[in-house]
């Protein structure tokens, strides 16, 4: 079988439990590499730099970009985020599947020029689910909740994109499904096709001439 990772690209709304998922994900099981991203927002209390982003300034971000060091970037609600490139392609290659917790326009991106990557959308169970969890967290101000929520609306146009749909209700539902939307990517026969060609002509030598 084929022993590359594969690359995983979660976005949902602010507040859907993303961050929440990815870490029981982690926890849970091995072989996944999540990816840090680089930002220009300013961290929230108990953020810290190099483990949930690298906090940058925009000349800093603005450098990465000429530098073409970013698989992706793109602007959410006022500040930068993008995806290093060679902590992505470095883990892939030792067959870790990466995961990108990243928004809409990036990951539109990220199919665009790596079309085999899997795309999967969390969501809570209802908006107003969405809403108590963006207020619970109690890390931004109404008016950052305010327009997280109004880009809600924009990013739910785009669900369909995402090959997978992952409600987040119950956690510890939702992580053992996103293991199990990963795990059965690796038996695809077009991510396989190594393992088909060697088996054909395996076979190939018993077909009777
Ligand atoms: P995101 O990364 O998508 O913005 P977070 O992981 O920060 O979202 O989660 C937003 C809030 O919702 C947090 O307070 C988190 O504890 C809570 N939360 C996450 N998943 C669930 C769940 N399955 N049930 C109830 N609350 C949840
Ligand atoms: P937050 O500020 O809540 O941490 O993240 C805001 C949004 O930016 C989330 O939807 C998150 O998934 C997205 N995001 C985080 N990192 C990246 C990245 O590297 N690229 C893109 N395009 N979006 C990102």
């Known amino acids: 079988m084929n022993h590359k990772g594969i690359?995983?690209?979660?976005s949902g709304f602010s507040g859907a439990g993303k961050g929440t998922v990815m870490k029981a994900l982690l926890n849970q099981y091995d072989n996944y590499a999540l990816s840090v991203s680089v930002t220009t927002r300013q961290p929230r209390p108990g953020e810290e730099d190099?483990?949930?982003y690298f906090f940058r300034t925009r000349e800093e971000f603005e450098r990465l970009i000429e530098e073409d060091a970013l698989i992706e970037y793109a602007q959410y609600v006022?500040?930068?985020y993008g995806t290093p490139r060679s902590y992505v392609e470095q883990k892939l290659a030792e067959g870790k599947d990466v995961i990108l917790e990243i928004e809409i326009q990036g990951a539109m991106k990220v199919k665009e020029k790596i079309p085999e990557a899997l795309l999967v959308f969390v969501t809570p169970p209802s908006?107003?689910?969405?809403?108590?969890?963006?207020?619970?967290?109690?890390?931004e101000t109404p008016e950052v909740i305010a327009s997280r929520l109004s880009r809600a609306g924009e990013e739910a146009e785009g669900m369909e994109a995402y090959e997978y749909l992952l409600i987040n209700d119950d956690l510890d539902t939702c992580v053992r499904e996103l293991?199990?939307?990963i795990q059965s990517?690796?038996?695809r026969s077009s991510?396989?096709?190594e393992f088909i060609d060697r088996l054909k002509a395996e076979s190939g030598t018993f077909l009777k001439k």
């Open 7 to 10: 690359l995983v690209v979660v």
């Open 78 to 80: 006022g500040n930068y």
């Open 185 to 187: 990517e690796h038996s």
């Open 191 to 193: 991510r396989n096709p």
């Open 179 to 181: 293991h199990q939307i």
């Open 127 to 139: 908006i107003e689910e969405l809403k108590h969890r963006l207020v619970g967290r109690g890390t």
């Open 50 to 52: 190099g483990r949930e």
